[in-house]
C-alpha cells in the first residue's frame, strides 16, 4: 500500500512500509524534497514558521476544503490523499510571485524573512477562507496571521500587508507602502493557485488498505476494534492519533516509538457532529476549528456562541484547523494538561461517550466524571461529546481566560466559564461555575461555592462570601508559577460575572464583559530625501519577495552534500562540576549514532577553541570540568538530525562535586569572592562632575534604592546553525548563521590548527540575529567543523529551539543601587550607582557593557554622576549582547530614577524628565565630543514637537478622567526620550562590474533582515551614477549584493552596533568612486555626441582592459568616531485590575534618522526594535532554576510579543535632520537605540498601577503615600502588574462598598 499525496501540483508515492510514522510532514518536505520554504523554528507549534495549506477533496460533494497546518506536528502518513501547498506552490520567481509576496515586499514587511513564508501561507488561507475577496475584511486580515510569530518587524507592516486585501479598507488607511493606489495592486485571485491537482482526485476514491503496517486509518469501528484487538493480542504498542498536535506540548512523545499508530479521522462517526432535539453531539476527532464553525451555526442557542468565541483562542488557527476536540480532552484527563476546553464544556453541562475498544461497550459519562476518572487506558476511545442545548431564557453564560496574549497562542493563567439560572429579582436559582488550567489537576466545578450562591439573591456581601468560600477551592498545586496571581483571578472573574449580570443586564441576557478590542491602526511620517538618488529612497527590501515565497536560502536550506552528517550539543546540566564521562541511558548508542566529539577530538596542533575575538578566546568543549549549566560539553553526531537530537537527549553527563567549592551563582557572592572581570580602562566609562558636591547641593536624597534586571532571549526565528564541508588538503568550508565571520574564521583555524587560508566562512543571510549570533555562532561552526574535519564528512548542525534558548542565553541581568540628590523642583543634582553586571562563567563581549550603560543613562543631566560598575564572574551561562546591549539597562535605569524622583516630590514623572532634559552645553559636558555640533542635539526640540503631535498635554487630562470614572481599569501615559551613542568601525566592500554591465556587489556586513544589503545597492547605484551615463537610474536594477566569503572579503569584522550598514555603505562608495576614477576617462574620450550607455561604456572598458573590481576598506575617522542617536516615545497604556493585562493604546514615536540612507528600511528597523523591547519591557519572562537551567524554555513558556500585544495605534515619525559632513551621507543609525523607546509603555504602565493603587488605598482607608513609592519590575508581566495594583482588589471593593453602604 502506498500514500499518494501532491506538494504544490507534484506528484509523491511512497511504499507504506518504508515509511517510519513518526515522520512529521516537515521532515519530509525539508530533508526529501526541494521545498525548503516551510521554515523549522520551534517544533511545537508554537510560532508558524512551518505553516502549510493542507487540500482536502471530497468526491460525493466535489469540493476541495482548504486548511492550514503546522507541519512541525503533522504527521506525514495523516496526508495520504491531500495535496500540501507551500509558499514557494503559490508564487515564486521562476513562474512569478503570488500577489501575496509582492504585497509583504511593498509593504516592507519581510525583514530577515524566516518568518515570511509561513506568513504568506496563513494569510492565502485566510482569503481562501472568506470565499469571496468581499467578505475579507479589515478584523479578519488583522487575525490572519495572529498565531504566528515574528521577531524583526514588529508586525505593523504584515497587518498592513493583510489588510490591503480587505474590501473595506482604503490604501490610504493603510502604512507606508510602495503601492501608489489599491487599484494598482493586483487583486488576489484563488483561481491563481490549484490547490487540488486533478489527478489526485483520482487516488482519493482508492480504498484503503488498514491494518498491514505500522501505521493504519481505519474506517470503522469494527475495523478499528479488530486492529486493537489484534495488537493487544500480538503486545503492540499502540498510539491513537488524530491531529498529532499534542506532541508540541508532549515532546518526549516525538522521542518515543509505537508498534502501531492508528488513525481516528476516517471512522465516520467520530469526524460528524449531529444535531438533535437535547443538544449536538460532536464526534471526537472533528478538528477544533469545525467545532467552532458548527456552534457558531446554532445560533438559537447563545451559549454556544461564547463557547465558540472562547475556542477562537486556544492555540493558533494552524493548530486548531488539525487538534481535536477528542484529542484535547484526552491529554486534560490522561496528562493535567491545562485545556480550555475542559474548563468551557463542564460549565456547558457536557457528556462524554466513552468506548471500550477491548470489551466494546460504550459508556456515557459527564465531561465532570470522566476528568475524575484514572486517566484513560490505551484501549479507551473518547468516541463523541455531547454539549446540552440550555433553553431556558433565564440562563447565563460565560467564559474567561487570562493569558499573556489576549487572541489566543498561549496557555491561560486561569481559564473560567460560568452557567447561571438567574430570576428577575437577581435570585440565583441554580449554577455551574468552572475553573481549570490554574495549576489543578483537571477543570474543576466549584461545587460548594455553587450551593451557597443556589437560592441568593446576589449582594455585595453575598459575593463577598462566595469569593472567600472560592479561595478555600481554587488553589493551586505546590510549584505551580504565579500561585498567588492565579487564585486570584477566581474571585476577579466571578465578581465580574455576576456583579455585571446584576448590574446593567443587557437586553440579550449576555453582559459584554470586555470592550472588543480597537482594530489596529498607524501613522508613518517619513521624509524622501532625493540629494542622492537612489540613496533616500524608500526602496523595497532587497530579494523580499524572494524570502516571501520562501526560495531565499538560509544555512539549513543549502542542500545536503552526500554522506552528510548531523550534529546535536551535549551541554552541562550542572554549574561548576568535574565531567567524569558521557554515556547513554541504557548504556548502547541509540540509533543512527556515529560519534561524540568531544575536546579529545580537537586535532593535533589545534585548541580547544570555541570563540577567538578581541578580547581573548573562550573554550569549545568542557575539558575536565564544567563551569556553568549551559556549556557545551560534546556534540553528538548520526545520520539524521532528529537521531542526533534524540541522542542528545539520552546522554546522560556523570559529574562529581565532592569537594568543590560551591558554584557562584549571584552577583553577590560574586563580589564577596572577587570573582570578577577586569575591565580594560579605555573601556571603563567617565564620571561627570563631583557627586559629593552635588548631593551637598541636594534638598532631598534618596539613598541606596535598589533595581534588579533580568535577561531576555534572542528568540531569533532560526536558531543557531552551521555546515561543515571538509574540503581538499585539509581544508574546509563552513556555511555559518553569524554575524561574526571573520572571527568564526579564525576560530576555526585555531581549533582545528590550520593556516587561515584553508579556511572558508560563507554566510548568506541570517534568520534574525539581534546579537546572538556574534560570539555564540563561533562554537556551534567551530564544533561542525571539529566533527566533520575528525570523520571527513559534512557536519551540520541545526540546534533545537530549546538548547538553543539553554545553550545561547540573553541579555545581561544586573542589580544596581543608586542615590541620587535633587531639588525641590525636581532637578537632579547628583547621581551615584554601584552596578553589578552578571557577565557569566566567560567574558564573551561583556566588556562593551560598562560604557553602554552609562552611554544611555547619561540622556538626562544628572549634574553630576559617578557609578562603580562590576563584571561579576559567576558559574551562570555566559551572556551574549543582545541588541541595545547595555543601553537598554542604562535607559531603563535613568527612568526608575526619575520616576523615584517624582514619586518622591509628588510630581509629574514628565515634569522631572523635562526639566532634566540636556541643553547642548550639559550634553557636550557629559559626551564629551560624541555631542557633536549645536545644531546635531534634536533631542529638547523633538521632545516639545512629539508633545504636540501626539497631543500630550490634552491626553494626560483625558486619562486623568478615565481614572477618575473607572473603577476596574486604569491608564497611564508616558513620553520617554533616548540618547544611544553609536560608533563606526571599519568594514570592507568590493564592486565589480561584469562585461554585460552587471554589478556584483561584496561587502563585510552581513544581511541580517536589517535592510543592509538594500542600502548597499542604492549606495553603489548613487556612486556610479556620478558618472551620469545614459541611464543611470536604472543602475540599482543590475546590482546584486552577494554572500559574505571569507577568503574573498577579508578584514569583514563583526555586523552590530547599528552602524554596519553605514560602514558597508561608505566602503561600497570608496570603491565606486575608485571605478568612476577609472571610468571616467574613457567616458570623456567616447561620450562626444552626448552621454554614453552605461552597457557600452562598460563593454569599451572590458576591450582596453580597465580594472573593473575595485575593493577598499573604510575606516571611520578618528575623532569622533562616535555620534549621538536621539527620539523621544509617547505611550498611553490601559491596565484591567483585574487580570493585570496591560494594552498599548497608543505609541507615538519621533526618531532622528538624519538623512535617511532608506526610509522604509529604518521605519522598520523602529517599529521593530521598538515592538522587541516592548518584549523585554513587558512580556518575556525569562526564569531560571537555582543552579541557572532557564526554565522558559520553549514558546509554551516564553512570550515574546505577537500581533495582538502591540500598540493598537502606531505612529511612527521620522525626522530628517539634515546634512552631517561627518557621517555616511548624513544618515544615522536606526538598529538598535529605538528599541529603547519601549521604556515608554513600561513607564506608562507604572503611571496608571500607581492609579490603582491610590484606589485601593482608598478602599483600604490607608491615607500616607508610602504605597505609591513603588518599583515595577521588568518584565511588567500580568502577574507582576495585579499583584501591584492588588491581588485582593475585588475584596477589598467589597470590604470597602459594604463599609460605605453601611454608613449610608
Ligand atoms: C501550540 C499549541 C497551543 C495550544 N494552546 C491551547 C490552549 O490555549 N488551550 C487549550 O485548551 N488547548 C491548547 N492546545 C491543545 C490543543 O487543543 C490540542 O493539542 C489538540 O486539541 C489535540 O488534538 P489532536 O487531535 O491533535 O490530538 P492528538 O495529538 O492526536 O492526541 C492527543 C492524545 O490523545 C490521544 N487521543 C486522541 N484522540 C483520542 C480519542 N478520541 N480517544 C482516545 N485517545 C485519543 C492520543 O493518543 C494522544 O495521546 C494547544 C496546542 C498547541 C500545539
Ligand atoms: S516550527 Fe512549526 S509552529 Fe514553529
Ligand atoms: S522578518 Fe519576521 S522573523 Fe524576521
Given at each position: 500500500?502506498?500514500?499518494?499525496?501532491?506538494?504544490?501540483?507534484?506528484?509523491?508515492?511512497?511504499?507504506?512500509?518504508?515509511?517510519?510514522?513518526?515522520?512529521?510532514?516537515?521532515?519530509?518536505?525539508?530533508?526529501?524534497?526541494?521545498?525548503?520554504?516551510?521554515?523549522?523554528?520551534?517544533?511545537?507549534?508554537?510560532?508558524?514558521?512551518?505553516?502549510?495549506?493542507?487540500?482536502?477533496?471530497?468526491?460525493?460533494?466535489?469540493?476541495?476544503?482548504?486548511?492550514?497546518?503546522?507541519?512541525?506536528l503533522t504527521l506525514l502518513c495523516s496526508i495520504n490523499h491531500r495535496s500540501i501547498t507551500t509558499s514557494e506552490g503559490l508564487g515564486n520567481s521562476r513562474d512569478g510571485f503570488h500577489t501575496i509576496h509582492n504585497r509583504f515586499s511593498g509593504f516592507h514587511a519581510s525583514q530577515c524573512g524566516f518568518c515570511t513564508p509561513g506568513m504568506s501561507v496563513s494569510l492565502f488561507s485566510a482569503l481562501l477562507d472568506s470565499k469571496s475577496s468581499s467578505e475579507f475584511t479589515v478584523l479578519e486580515a488583522e487575525k490572519a496571521v495572529s498565531g504566528n510569530l515574528c521577531r524583526c518587524t514588529g508586525y505593523r507592516p504584515i497587518v498592513d500587508a493583510c489588510k490591503s486585501f480587505a474590501a473595506d479598507v482604503d490604501i490610504e488607511d493603510l502604512g507606508f507602502n510602495s503601492f501608489c493606489k489599491k487599484t494598482s495592486l493586483p487583486p488576489f485571485d484563488s483561481s491563481d493557485v490549484c490547490s487540488f491537482p486533478e489527478f489526485l482526485k483520482d487516488e482519493v476514491n482508492k480504498s484503503i488498505d488498514s491494518g498491514l503496517h505500522r501505521w493504519c486509518s481505519p474506517g470503522s469501528v469494527e475495523e478499528l476494534q479488530r486492529l486493537l484487538g489484534a495488537c493487544n493480542s500480538d503486545g503492540l504498542s499502540v498510539k491513537l492519533v488524530a491531529g498529532n498536535t499534542s506532541t508540541g506540548y508532549y515532546k518526549d512523545e516525538r522521542e518515543r516509538?509505537?508498534?502501531?499508530?492508528?488513525?481516528?479521522?476516517?471512522?465516520?462517526?467520530?469526524?460528524?457532529?449531529?444535531?438533535?432535539?437535547?443538544?449536538?453531539?460532536?464526534?471526537?476527532?472533528?478538528?477544533?476549528?469545525?467545532?467552532?464553525?458548527?456552534?457558531?451555526?446554532?445560533?438559537?442557542?447563545?451559549?454556544?456562541?461564547?463557547?465558540?468565541a472562547h475556542m477562537e483562542k486556544i492555540a493558533a488557527r494552524?493548530?486548531?484547523?488539525?487538534?481535536?476536540?477528542?484529542?484535547?480532552?484526552?491529554?486534560?484527563?490522561?496528562?493535567?494538561?491545562?485545556?480550555?476546553?475542559?474548563?468551557?464544556?463542564?460549565?456547558?453541562?457536557?457528556?462524554?461517550?466513552?468506548?471500550?475498544?477491548?470489551?466494546?461497550?460504550?459508556?456515557?459519562?459527564?465531561?465532570?466524571?470522566?476528568?475524575?476518572?484514572?486517566?484513560?487506558?490505551?484501549?479507551?476511545?473518547?468516541?463523541?461529546?455531547?454539549?446540552?442545548?440550555?433553553?431556558?431564557?433565564?440562563?447565563?453564560?460565560?467564559?474567561?481566560?487570562?493569558?499573556?496574549?489576549?487572541?489566543?497562542?498561549a496557555l491561560a493563567y486561569l481559564n473560567a466559564a460560568f452557567l447561571a439560572q438567574m430570576k428577575e429579582d437577581r435570585t440565583v436559582v441554580n449554577c455551574r461555575l468552572a475553573f481549570g488550567a490554574y495549576g489543578t489537576k483537571h477543570a474543576i466545578r466549584c461545587k460548594e461555592v455553587e450551593e451557597f450562591l443556589s437560592g441568593k439573591v446576589i449582594t455585595d456581601s453575598v459575593l463577598s462570601e462566595a469569593i472567600t468560600l472560592l479561595g478555600k477551592f481554587v488553589v493551586p498545586q505546590e510549584g505551580t508559577s504565579d500561585l498567588a496571581y492565579r487564585s486570584s483571578l477566581a474571585p476577579g472573574f466571578l465578581f465580574n460575572f455576576f456583579h455585571s449580570l446584576t448590574e446593567k443586564p443587557s437586553s440579550n441576557g449576555y453582559h459584554h464583559h470586555l470592550d472588543q478590542p480597537k482594530q489596529l491602526s498607524s501613522s508613518q511620517h517619513v521624509p524622501i530625501n532625493d540629494e542622492y538618488f537612489p540613496v533616500g529612497e524608500p526602496v523595497a527590501k532587497s530579494g523580499a519577495s524572494l524570502q516571501a515565497s520562501g526560495e531565499a536560502v538560509y544555512v539549513d536550506d543549502i542542500p545536503a552534500p552526500a554522506n552528510c552528517l548531523y550534529g546535536a550539543f551535549i551541554y552541562s546540566t550542572k554549574p561548576s562540576a568535574k565531567v567524569k564521562g558521557i554515556r547513554f541511558k541504557e548504556n548502547s548508542a541509540p540509533d543512527g549514532v556515529v560519534s561524540v566529539i568531544s575536546c579529545k577530538d580537537v586535532p593535533k596542533g589545534g585548541q580547544n577553541i570555541g570563540m577567538k575575538f578581541s578580547f581573548g578566546t573562550e573554550p569549545l568543549f568542557a575539558e575536565d570540568f564544567a563551569l556553568h549549566v549551559g556549556q557545551c560539553i560534546a556534540l553528538v553526531v548520526a545520520d539524521t538530525q532528529r537521531h542526533a537530537d534524540t541522542a542528545a537527549n539520552l546522554a546522560v553527563v556523570e559529574y562529581e562535586t565532592e569537594d568543590l567549592e560551591p558554584p557562584i551563582l549571584s552577583v553577590e557572592d560574586a563580589v564577596k569572592k572577587s570573582s570578577l572581570f577586569e575591565i580594560y580602562p579605555f573601556l571603563y566609562p567617565q564620571k561627570v562632575g563631583d557627586t559629593s558636591k552635588g548631593m551637598s547641593e541636594a534638598h532631598h536624597r534618596i539613598l541606596s534604592s535598589e533595581i534588579r534586571l533580568g535577561s531576555q532571549y534572542f528568540f531569533y526565528m532560526e536558531t543557531q546553525?552551521?555546515?561543515?564541508?571538509?574540503?581538499?588538503?585539509?581544508?574546509?568550508?563552513?556555511?555559518?548563521?553569524?554575524?561574526?565571520?571573520?572571527?568564526?574564521?579564525?576560530?576555526?583555524?585555531?581549533?582545528?590548527?590550520?593556516?587561515?587560508?584553508?579556511?572558508?566562512?560563507?554566510?548568506?543571510?541570517?534568520?534574525?540575529?539581534?546579537?546572538?549570533?556574534?560570539?555564540?555562532?563561533?562554537?556551534?561552526?567551530?564544533a561542525c567543523a571539529v566533527a566533520a574535519n575528525k570523520l571527513q564528512r559534512p557536519v551540520r548542525t541545526y540546534v533545537n529551539r530549546k538548547t538553543d534558548m539553554i545553550m545561547t542565553g540573553g541579555r545581561h541581568p544586573m542589580k544596581i543601587t543608586y542615590s541620587v540628590g535633587f531639588k525641590s523642583t525636581g532637578k537632579i543634582t547628583a547621581l551615584e550607582l554601584e552596578i553589578l553586571i552578571d557577565a557569566g562563567a566567560t567574558l564573551g563581549l561583556s566588556m562593551i557593557l560598562p560604557s553602554n550603560i552609562i552611554g544611555a543613562l547619561k540622556k538626562y543631566n544628572w549634574g553630576a554622576l559617578s557609578f562603580d560598575i562590576k563584571l561579576c564572574k559567576t558559574n551562570l551561562l555566559s551572556k551574549a549582547i543582545m541588541r541595545a546591549p547595555g543601553d537598554v539597562q542604562g535607559t531603563y535605569i535613568a527612568e526608575a530614577v526619575i520616576e523615584n524622583v517624582a514619586s518622591s516630590l509628588s510630581l509629574e514623572a514628565d515634569t522631572v524628565r523635562k526639566i532634566n532634559l540636556h541643553t547642548y552645553e550639559s550634553l557636550a559636558l557629559f559626551y564629551k565630543a560624541g555631542a557633536g555640533e549645536p545644531h546635531e542635539y534634536t533631542l529638547s526640540s523633538m521632545w516639545d514637537k512629539l508633545g504636540v503631535s501626539s497631543r500630550f498635554e490634552e491626553r494626560v487630562s483625558i486619562v486623568r478622567e478615565f481614572n477618575e470614572s473607572n473603577i476596574w481599569r486604569k491608564r497611564g501615559i508616558s513620553r520617554v526620550p533616548i540618547i544611544y551613542p553609536v560608533s563606526m568601525f571599519s568594514t570592507p566592500g568590493r564592486v565589480s562590474v561584469l562585461s554585460d554591465g552587471t554589478i556584483v556587489v561584496e561587502v563585510g556586513g552581513i544581511e541580517l533582515g536589517q535592510g543592509l544589503w538594500t542600502k548597499v545597492k542604492q549606495m553603489a547605484g548613487y556612486a556610479l551614477g556620478l558618472l551620469q551615463c545614459d541611464g543611470t537610474e536604472e543602475l540599482v536594477e543590475k546590482i546584486r549584493v552577494v554572500q559574505s566569503d571569507t577568503l574573498s572579503m577579508v578584514q569583514g569584522n563583526f555586523t552590530g552596533g547599528s552602524t554596519t550598514s553605514e560602514g558597508s555603505c561608505a566602503a561600497v562608495r570608496l570603491c565606486c568612486e575608485t571605478l568612476v576614477k577609472r571610468l571616467k576617462p574613457l567616458m570623456d574620450k567616447s561620450g562626444g555626441g552626448g552621454p554614453i550607455s552605461w552597457n557600452k561604456l562598460i563593454s569599451q572598458a572590458y576591450a582596453q582592459s580597465v580594472n573593473l573590481s575595485a575593493s577598499d576598506l573604510y575606516t571611520p575617522e578618528e575623532t569622533p568616531t562616535q555620534y549621538l542617536n536621539y527620539g523621544v516615545a509617547v505611550s498611553e497604556v490601559e491596565v484591567d485590575l483585574v487580570t493585570g493585562q496591560t494594552t498599548v493604546l497608543q505609541t507615538d514615536i519621533l526618531y532622528d534618522s538624519g538623512k535617511s540612507l532608506n526610509p522604509a528600511v529604518d521605519l522598520g528597523q523602529i517599529e521593530g526594535a521598538f515592538v522587541q523591547g516592548l518584549g523585554f519591557f513587558m512580556l518575556e519572562e525569562y526564569i531560571t532554576d537555582s543552579e541557572g537551567l532557564v526554565l522558559t524554555d520553549s514558546t509554551w513558556t516564553y512570550k515574546i510579543p505577537t500581533v495582538d500585544t502591540i500598540p493598537r495605534q502606531f505612529n511612527v515619525e521620522i525626522l530628517n535632520s539634515g546634512r552631517h559632513e561627518k557621517r555616511v551621507l548624513s544618515s544615522k543609525a536606526s538598529g538598535e537605540p529605538p528599541l529603547l523607546l519601549a521604556a515608554s509603555v513600561h513607564c506608562a504602565t507604572r503611571e496608571a498601577v500607581k492609579e490603582a493603587r491610590k484606589q485601593i488605598r482608598m478602599w483600604k482607608g490607608v491615607d500616607d503615600d508610602s504605597g505609591l513609592m513603588f518599583q515595577l519590575p521588568v518584565p511588567a508581566t500580568m502577574p507582576v502588574v495585579k499583584e501591584l495594583c492588588g491581588l485582593d482588589i475585588v475584596e477589598s471593593y467589597l470590604e470597602w462598598k459594604s463599609r460605605v453602604n453601611s454608613r449610608l
Open positions: 500500500m502506498s500514500l499518494v499525496f501532491a506538494i504544490n501540483g507534484q506528484r509523491f508515492e511512497l511504499d507504506l512500509s518504508s515509511v517510519d510514522p513518526s515522520t512529521t510532514l516537515l521532515e519530509f518536505l525539508r530533508y526529501q524534497t526541494p521545498f525548503k520554504s516551510v521554515k523549522l523554528s520551534c517544533g511545537e507549534g508554537g510560532c508558524g514558521a512551518c505553516v502549510v495549506l493542507v487540500s482536502k477533496y471530497d468526491p460525493v460533494l466535489q469540493t476541495v476544503e482548504d486548511f492550514t497546518v503546522a507541519s512541525c516509538s509505537y508498534g502501531k499508530y492508528v488513525d481516528l479521522t476516517r471512522i465516520a462517526e467520530m469526524r460528524e457532529i449531529r444535531e438533535s432535539r437535547n443538544g449536538v453531539e460532536i464526534g471526537a476527532a472533528v478538528t477544533i476549528s469545525k467545532v467552532i464553525a458548527a456552534l457558531k451555526e446554532i445560533r438559537v442557542e447563545k451559549m454556544f456562541g461564547k463557547l465558540a494552524f493548530i486548531r484547523n488539525f487538534g481535536s476536540i477528542g484529542g484535547n480532552l484526552v491529554m486534560a484527563q490522561r496528562k493535567q494538561f491545562p485545556s480550555d476546553m475542559a474548563t468551557i464544556l463542564l460549565a456547558a453541562g457536557a457528556s462524554v461517550k466513552i468506548m471500550s475498544l477491548l470489551s466494546r461497550e460504550v459508556q456515557k459519562v459527564t465531561l465532570e466524571d470522566f476528568l475524575q476518572e484514572p486517566p484513560l487506558g490505551v484501549y479507551d476511545l473518547v468516541f463523541t461529546i455531547e454539549i446540552p442545548f440550555q433553553s431556558s431564557s433565564e440562563l447565563f453564560f460565560e467564559t474567561y481566560r487570562a493569558a499573556p496574549r489576549p487572541n489566543g497562542s546553525t552551521a555546515l561543515a564541508v571538509p574540503d581538499e588538503d585539509n581544508s574546509i568550508v563552513v556555511y555559518s548563521s553569524c554575524q561574526t565571520p571573520q572571527y568564526v574564521h579564525s576560530t576555526v583555524a585555531s581549533c582545528l590548527g590550520i593556516p587561515e587560508n584553508k579556511v572558508r566562512i560563507i554566510t548568506r543571510r541570517v534568520g534574525g540575529g539581534f546579537g546572538g549570533k556574534a560570539v555564540k555562532a563561533m562554537p556551534v561552526a567551530t
